[in-house]
């Protein structure tokens, strides 16, 4: 079964640093793009970019371009977003997903169970 | 570019809802379709426009033409309420989902 799961919740300070996780298994870990998707409490999905497992190569949405990174460790099959600098307003929930296909064009499935972060003064 | 969802759809439990997904000749793209229940991760319920995914009742349907992409529920149970998204992928703009339809059970 193809599984991605994600890092527990997360509360933090404006301007602290933060890496959320996201560990696949049941598949070839290099042959997907793994995704990254925010949804703030209330609102809609917001694709935020990809990363490559085969050649760590990345595309990031130009509206979180410069404000996250993606990673990933292919030892542990587990890929990574992070914040430098957190600000409230990445306040929400990010899910980690597989596309369907290698190309990375495609549907999304399956979902990571999300993971929480809070940032508050 | 840009997909466009009503923002709610209302129906009464054993009838059709019908939500549809709007963008500039979305006709010629694959559209895809998740469920999302209140405090859980979204989850696909159609793909490439009509194809449902194992698992996924025949209740649910999709299609794509001209400008609109519509997935359709079938004999609606209460427990279909949710929020629905279409997504596509676009060569300009990469992924795009839209801002989602809250369906409502009555």
């Known amino acids: 079964e193809v599984q991605l799961v994600q890092s527990g919740p997360e509360v933090k300070k404006p301007g602290e640093s933060l890496r959320i996780s996201c560990k696949g298994s049941g598949y070839r870990f290099t042959s997907y793009w793994i995704t990254w998707v925010r949804q703030v409490p209330g609102k809609g999905l917001e694709w935020m970019g990809k990363i490559n497992p085969s050649d760590f190569s990345t595309k990031y949405s130009p509206s979180f371009q410069g404000h996250v990174v993606m990673s990933l460790d292919k030892s542990l099959n587990t890929a990574y977003l992070q914040w430098s600098s957190l600000k409230s307003s990445d306040s929400a929930v990010y899910y980690c997903t597989r596309p369907g296909d290698t190309d990375g064009r495609g549907w999304f499935d399956p979902w990571g169970q999300g993971s929480l972060v809070n940032v508050s003064p | 570019y840009v997909l466009s969802q009503p923002p709610s759809v209302s129906v009464a439990p054993g009838q059709t809802a019908r939500m549809t997904c709007g963008g500039n000749?979305?006709?010629?793209?694959?559209v895809h379709w998740y469920q999302q229940k209140a405090g859980q991760s979204p989850v696909l319920v159609v793909y490439d426009d009509s194809d449902r995914p194992s698992g996924i009742p025949e209740r649910f349907s999709g299609s794509n033409s001209g400008n609109t992409a519509t997935l359709t529920i079938s004999r609606v149970e209460v427990g279909d309420e949710a929020d629905y998204y279409c997504?596509?992928?676009?060569?300009?703009?990469?992924?795009?989902f839209g801002g989602g339809t809250k369906l409502t059970v009555l």
């Open positions: 000749n979305i006709g010629s793209k694959s």
């Open positions: 997504q596509v992928w676009d060569i300009s703009s990469d992924q795009v």
